[in-house]
């Protein structure tokens, strides 16, 4: 079951929901992003532009785009901040190494004019790891419980083995669908 299961519930005219899919390289944006649309994800390949991966679904369409986190593509990111819907920022878990720079990434995202109010949905991903940081910790040092402008969510998962993947989405769809009837 992928995203099209997530989104049978939807009801009423075609709703189009752009989603920005970020986070460092080795962060598995991509991994998944391929989970969600039930594909192989064994051969996962560094993202070195980006990926796009549009479902349509009870007349809902959802178009992720997975944009690589190398240093040197983190600039261009700002090419897709216009008519975001939801910001889903990825976080290797397991990485404490680079908490400090994806912290500084995230912050500077949050400042973002183009994104301002936009839904972050954050993954604490490879929580199977053994090293992994609880996702309540990564809050923390992260300071998310500061952030007031705007809904959030952090969401631990798995993209290997899916777990948390599809509660991430649910929290999305949930919050998009209360902005929508606004």
Same mark, same amino acid.
């Given at each position: 079951?992928?995203?099209? %299961? ?28 391929? %989970? ?6 064994t051969h996962i390949t ?85 090293t992994a940081a609880k996702? %309540? ?46």
């Open positions: 079951m992928g995203l099209l %299961s997530l989104f049978r519930g939807m009801k009423g005219e075609k709703k189009d929901l752009r989603i920005l899919l970020l986070g460092l390289d080795n962060a598995g944006k991509t991994t998944i992003l391929k %989970s969600l649309a039930d594909e192989d994800i560094p993202t070195h532009g980006f990926n796009i991966k549009s479902v349509t679904s009870s007349g809902f369409k959802l178009n992720v785009w997975d944009i690589g986190g190398q240093r040197k593509i983190r600039p261009y990111w700002r090419n897709y901040f216009d008519d975001t819907d939801v910001l889903i920022y990825v976080i290797d878990s397991a990485d404490q190494k680079r908490f400090e720079e994806t912290g500084e990434e995230l912050a500077e995202l949050l400042e973002e004019a183009k994104l301002k109010g936009v839904a972050v949905l954050i993954y604490a991903n490879k929580q199977d790891l053994h996702a %309540s910790d990564i809050a923390t040092g992260l300071n998310l419980h500061t952030i007031r402008e705007r809904a959030w969510q952090i969401q631990p998962c798995s993209a290997v083995t899916g777990e948390g993947v599809k509660d991430g989405m649910e929290w999305v769809i949930k919050t998009v669908s209360k902005k929508k009837k606004k």
